[in-house]
């Protein structure tokens, strides 16, 4: 941690900043130079984060030097994570494929989504059964109901199944019925959430949210962590800016960045990101060669009758296509997307006619 | 609602769209033109609003027309509302002024501060018990034992309180000692907190999210009031953008925005929203003028000791000044700063020495 | 300027980037901790500016501690800068309001526009006849004619004029005509045309670019000033955020900010910054609770058929309205409005028929 | 266009709208609701475009339906364009490999660089001449003897050669020596730069703006094509958000997003974007994958002694191993990176030591 002092500091403030170093045990590098005056302090940088010391009257500003972030860094834990769910390897070369419809909206949509994007390739399903939706008016999920039809579907299917939770009170139901539980992103910083699932033993799949640096994302898997759940998987699903032609910014050069600090798996989501399904398979195909460890896109039967987000997603010809370019590109990188083993029945046909 | 069609549809696209509107017992406008065709649809939006129409096809935009929150609408209660917190008036020409620290962090230090902010001029006690924290390593509050204190220099004073509830969990003990309940902007798209709040009779201070836009703010006291909690105070906080010399980046244009939109009363926090105490006075005085129904400002008699955002808060003779310039600016503009009318034990000369 | 070296340096780095500094004749302040090693150097960081140390391999960061910015500082200059137009004052306590159409159009609407405004008190009139417009097919403006109508305007008014010059080649026909020459939004950071104004002895009204930071501004008021010409004039007129119900996003902390920072004059452009009129007049007086140096704001006699940004000008009515608002608070806060002391003809009714 | 109406406007609003639209020749169809009266206009909407609806007293808003670009558009130019120069295409499955240092220094370092970024596989050759600094005391570049060095490389080594212009004054001297001209993103709507760039025949590098759209960069390219030069090249290199992580925001789902709208290529500058070596490869690659027409890569021999941006450069080796990943990779996705044809002398080894 730097002190920067401001110009021509009056009298005892040096004193008054050095004196309160020494109180935590620590020692302080004084510089002190024609225009300003600096305090380096080189330690444990936690004891002086608890002290604002920026809101000392002579400190211009206070610099820190050390991540904030412990268990989640690569300094703590050098190599990648592996998150395994029932055999299917999320980090380290293995790239998860999350796939299935926003919101669970009933059994057959569900089943024949599942079945055909299994088939395609993918391998963990996904599905809604709490929406967090910006009106209170729209639909808000089947709650249970359909947390069990996502059950038996990826009983059926042989996948690990991932679903949203977004109150404390519902993870005791979400973590009996899913193999992930999916923080979303407009509760990335609900800490008691956060403490919440990290008390579980299952997965967490974190979403960045809206206006959420990187180094916010890793102090919240931090958050999850802390509570002795070290099972992470980060989240790329588009930042807020002024673009308004897609819905958010996906920021892909957040993958690499974040690979750089940390050894949590780090997934993109394409479809919340850019909100366009013309423009998914190619933020999709990017977020694997950016280096990303999986994608998850949303599909669904009719996306004209979705009861959320429908505009956004694939239909199941197109995630079809998708996972035929995905596969070489993942070969060409060395990377490997884990089968799933059980029996699939093979899905009827989608015919357009019903949707 | 207004669907734009795609250049040169293919056939059927106009008849399937025209159809799905009719299946909602609603009138289409068809405008064919040379280049691009239109459909207006007007009536009961909301019955479009669950239809995504956006994903059919040869649809380019849906465009709606209509607000999508109504009970916190001026068509709906166009005159604006006056919440009354043991009458002290916020909205309608009363202004809150709501002052304190940013945590409770032990007796001495809440009722110092407490006195000394009343004796400016402040209405409303502020102090966080449930603090939300970006590092799980941080001073998380005292929790209930700090909402007793809380509730204990509010009586002693006669001043209401305003508290922070970050989780559904809380919502009842807080209840039952702050008489507003205060959802931070992390938590400004929790919509079961949302949910839980607005089934309290307690009225509600909402702070804008940092990259919410106005209109999702509206959105959430939506949430709020279509549980039957009518009481709702808007917080514009600060929204995250490029700017790096301050924390946040204080949209104050939204204060006349909003007022246009809705009858709720709409408060400004330029504590959080500048992060710099030399930056409050000047934003306190431009929050009033440009028409906020009241002010937020962080005071703690010793910041550089402070367990949380110390560097932000103002000493008490810094808000002393504050009130002294904000006192005549508001009579200027015809509005009324309600005073509590306890007796108050006079503080204690705030002295710098203990600090 | 403080150099953080990465953890665990590879041997000879330490020695490497001592070399560097000691080569430029400064001396660095070495401090070794357990994970982090610093090096800390006070002196002319102008001479380590231009080496790119953060380019050395076990560098981690560069952290600089003085401004980049000399001439446009408050170390360099303590007491405000005061500009003088022909006797009108801004700065220093007096305020400049600036009016007039987005683009000069005509005689006749520029006149009645600029008779009104100035009964109203505006002391400076504004006209664009150099129109940077996002389209090609938009009007352009009138070019040298338009400048000759603004001139002769200003004459009939006794009215200082600014106009925009967006080209280093239209300096010397806009020095020509006008009293202050404007920099638009756009051209912040068209350092050729920076330079070119800072070689004349106008005043410089130098617009906020939508994506600057503060920092980035006053960068820019250097290059003018580095050139010998020290009359700048900033401007505050919106950022690109995300919030897109307002065309920009106001930033008024930074005027408090700018004048801890800088000497240099700071008005505000409400019209530009929110694009709506029914938000300018809340906006023009939080600027000045603010402690803005001055308002600027677009009039014209009837936005609807105006050429140029019409939907956010205010008419006549309005300003008249505005300024009868701005003269109370601008007493209440000790500022001056200069006026125009040449005698006005009345002007007609500004009759809504005709429009 | 689509002009929606206040609800309950005043008598005479929907007729005077109408008068408005049948005035400029147009058919409008009016819709009227229960709740709001909206007002449909198909047909040449630039005529609309410049009457400012928006601004009558009853209007809500109004809605452009059509693009507002014409030339830079798929409808006008359905196939993707291919720019040829001298042998080396880009786009329509034609890459860009555009490398070489961000300034001009001197010959010696120029050379050496040029010569390792073609043997590498690059072909086309960068550095700037005229430099775009945020600081009058930065260096700016080594003006038209920089030119002629870069011009002496490019013949050398038979690699067509780009450099910035910043000033319609320099447009020029710069197509005298340089193949391509870059405007760069500060000067995205420095219009007059735009117009004189439209008046040569070269080939145009237009850098989106730090806060431009996508639909910005469109309107910036058709002001080049309206001028009746047709070879503009686009080019994505970050966008200003709230993530100080890293230089800018690499916004890549843009690439898709213009190939839908436009038929101009376009290519992406990781070195800007990020700002950071580690991060720049992942980028490279991703941008390729995501279907850009090419990338823009800044490498240098030296990069802690550049005299500009040195700590975002690539040193020579590691730009070896970028090409030697992206080579495979165009081959998996059916591009072509087409090759400089001069017999080229090998560079001598570069060697750290001088460094």
Not at 99 to 118: N, Q, W
Not at 121 to 147: C, D, H, V, W
Not at 236 to 263: A, K
Not at 328 to 353: S, Y
Request: glycine share 10%; proline share 8%.
């Amino acid at each position: 941690m730097i002190i920067v002092l401001k110009p021509n500091p009056a009298p005892g403030v040096v004193e008054h900043v050095l004196e309160r170093i020494h109180a935590l045990g620590l020692t302080p590098h004084l510089s002190q130079g024609v225009s300003r005056t600096i305090i380096g302090v080189i330690g444990d940088e936690d004891k002086l984060q608890v002290q604002p010391l920026q809101a000392i009257a002579g400190v211009e500003k206070v610099v820190p030097i050390l991540r904030p972030f412990k268990l989640a860094s690569r300094e703590f834990h050098p190599e990648p994570s592996v998150v395994d769910i029932k055999g299917i390897k999320i980090g380290g070369g293995h790239l998860a494929v999350i796939a299935g419809p926003c919101a669970i909206e009933g059994e057959e949509l569900l089943f024949e989504v599942a079945r055909r994007v299994k088939r395609a390739g993918a391998n963990i399903l996904r599905g809604g059964a709490f929406k967090p939706r910006t009106s209170p008016y729209s639909f808000q999920g089947m709650g249970k109901e359909g947390l069990q039809l996502l059950r038996a579907a990826g009983d059926e299917l042989g996948m690990p199944v991932v679903t949203e939770v977004m109150d404390p009170r519902q993870v005791e139901v979400v973590e009996r019925y899913a193999d992930i539980l999916q923080i979303g992103a407009r509760n990335m910083q609900n800490f008691d959430l956060l403490k919440e699932c990290g008390r579980t033993r299952h997965p967490v799949l974190l979403k960045r949210g809206l206006s959420a640096t990187v180094k916010d994302l890793l102090m919240s898997a931090e958050y999850v962590m802390s509570e002795g759940n070290w099972q992470v998987i980060l989240c790329e699903r588009g930042i807020r800016t002024f673009e308004d032609s897609t819905r958010n910014t996906l920021d892909l050069s957040m993958v690499p960045n974040v690979q750089g600090q940390s050894h949590l798996p780090i997934i993109v989501d394409p479809s919340h990101a850019t909100g366009r399904p013309e423009l998914i398979p190619a933020m999709a195909k990017a977020a694997i060669a950016a280096g990303a460890d999986g994608v998850h896109v949303e599909v669904h039967g009719c996306p004209e009758k979705a009861l959320s987000d429908g505009p956004q997603a694939l239909v199941p010809d197109q995630f079809d296509r998708l996972m035929d370019e995905l596969r070489p590109l993942a070969r060409l990188l060395g990377r490997t997307i884990d089968v799933c083993n059980a029996q699939t029945k093979e899905p009827a046909a989608c015919a357009p006619a019903p949707c």
